[in-house]
């Protein structure tokens, strides 16, 4: 199993990202993916959840509404869209499956 994030950067408040996670060694359309966020001297929290045909998406309370997990079966890439970005979502976005992750991308949002 290989996941490799991309996309995370430096953002203001307000601001938007979109995440991308790109996946190998399993098939990835029959599995759920999930994105987890880590901040500094905070425990590894789950963002969201999809599951492997993208009909059913789960999402940590206090985001709703802002992040949009989605999947591209066909390209085996799992996103993650973030809007109305704010200080505390600072942190290393990660990606997971099959109890594997990624290495993670950071995700700064600052003035």
């Known amino acids: 199993v290989q996941l490799v994030e991309s996309g995370g950067g430096l953002v203001q408040p307000g601001g938007s990202l979109k995440l991308s996670c790109a996946a190998s060694g399993f098939t990835f359309s029959r599995y759920d993916m999930s994105w987890y966020r880590q901040a500094p001297g905070k425990e590894r929290e789950l963002v969201a959840r999809i599951t492997s045909t993208g009909g059913t998406t789960n999402y940590a309370d206090s985001l709703k509404g802002r992040f949009t997990i989605t999947r591209d079966n066909a390209k085996n890439t799992v996103y993650l869209r973030m809007n109305r970005l704010k200080p505390e979502d600072t942190a290393v976005y990660y990606c997971?499956?099959?109890?594997?992750w990624g290495q993670g991308t950071q995700v700064t949002v600052s003035s």
């Open positions: 997971a499956a099959l109890a594997s």
